[in-house]
């Protein structure tokens, strides 16, 4: 696989506080164009306050995060979509009595949305474009593998296949980087190989991806390179061959889920 070491994300020095605590410190890395990059680290190591910062909800008391050039801190959260960053949430944040159908309508509609004109007074063009509309919102559940279950209404679904109409809602602003929270969380095995196979899919599309995950062997099968977070600190960074061996790394898992750091298996073909 040929991969750019163009980055599309920097995170500059970047530092957070909550009043006297300080959630991280000094964080610096790049995220390169086309990569799969995961952000691992035991619990409160800071990983979900730099996922945050990473996707522009949170601004940092220190440093910056440049996306495609751009300070995130100095962009309205609705042009940061445009700008082709999203993200996914932990909480599943679909339309529960919507089809799923519509649900990815919707997310395609609030981006490029048609004009007040072109919804009262639907001209030919403007038919055209809701044909598209509809074509590309197919193909994107299509693309997650929930095409037999394209009406019905989203709240019916599993867990498992929430999370995935939560990640097509992310797939329709065509996004240029994903961020992804805890993907995998509450999904079954299979579910997760499915994931798996998904989110290389989409990098094949010249998506990048990071994200922030708990299941080891799902990580360290899907990353390119991985950042260890401890204590809000890059404590490691590298492909997950030298993670895994990484005596630092070994340590920040110790007694947390250092068992789980060297299950050896891949779980997931
Ligand atoms: N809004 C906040 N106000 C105060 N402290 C916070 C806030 N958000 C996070 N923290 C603290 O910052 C530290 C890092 O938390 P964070 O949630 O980023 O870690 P994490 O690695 O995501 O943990 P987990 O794996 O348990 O989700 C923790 O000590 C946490 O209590």
Do not use: W
């Not at 529960?96 to 072109?118: C, E, Q």
């Not at 809701?130 to 074509?135: D, G, N, S």
């Not at 559940?141 to 599993?158: C, D, F, M, Y």
């Amino acid at each position: 696989m040929s991969m750019s070491k163009t980055p599309i994300l920097c995170v500059e020095h970047v530092g957070m506080r909550f009043g006297g605590l300080t959630a991280i410190a000094d964080l610096h890395f790049d995220v390169r164009e086309g990569e799969i990059l995961s952000l691992i680290g035991p619990n409160g190591a800071g990983k979900t306050t730099a996922f945050n910062i990473m996707t522009g909800f949170l601004k940092p008391t220190q440093g910056r995060v440049l996306f495609r050039g751009r300070d995130l801190s100095k962009v309205k959260t609705n042009d940061i979509a445009r700008l082709g960053l999203a993200r996914t949430f932990q909480r599943t944040s679909v339309f529960a009595d919507d089809t799923v159908l519509d649900n990815v309508l919707i997310g395609l509609n609030r981006h490029g949305a048609p004009s007040l004109f072109d919804r009262l007074l639907p001209t030919p063009g403007a038919r055209r474009a809701e044909a598209a509309t509809r074509a590309r919102a197919e193909a994107i559940i299509e693309l997650v593998g929930l095409a037999h279950r394209a009406g019905e209404k989203a709240g019916a679904l599993s867990y498992g296949e929430q999370r995935l109409v939560g990640f097509a809602l992310a797939l329709a602003i065509a996004p240029r980087m994903l961020l992804l929270d805890e993907p995998v969380s509450g999904m079954n095995a299979s579910e997760t190989q499915g994931f798996v196979r998904l989110i290389r899919k989409v990098r094949e599309e010249g998506v990048t991806i990071l994200l922030v995950e708990h299941d080891m062997p799902m990580v360290m099968e899907v990353s390119d390179r991985i950042v260890c977070l401890n204590y809000g600190r890059l404590i490691a960074e590298g492909p997950p061959a030298a993670i895994r061996s990484d005596p630092k790394v070994i340590e920040a898992y110790l007694g947390k889920s250092a068992a789980k750091l060297e299950q050896k298996e891949p779980a997931h073909a």
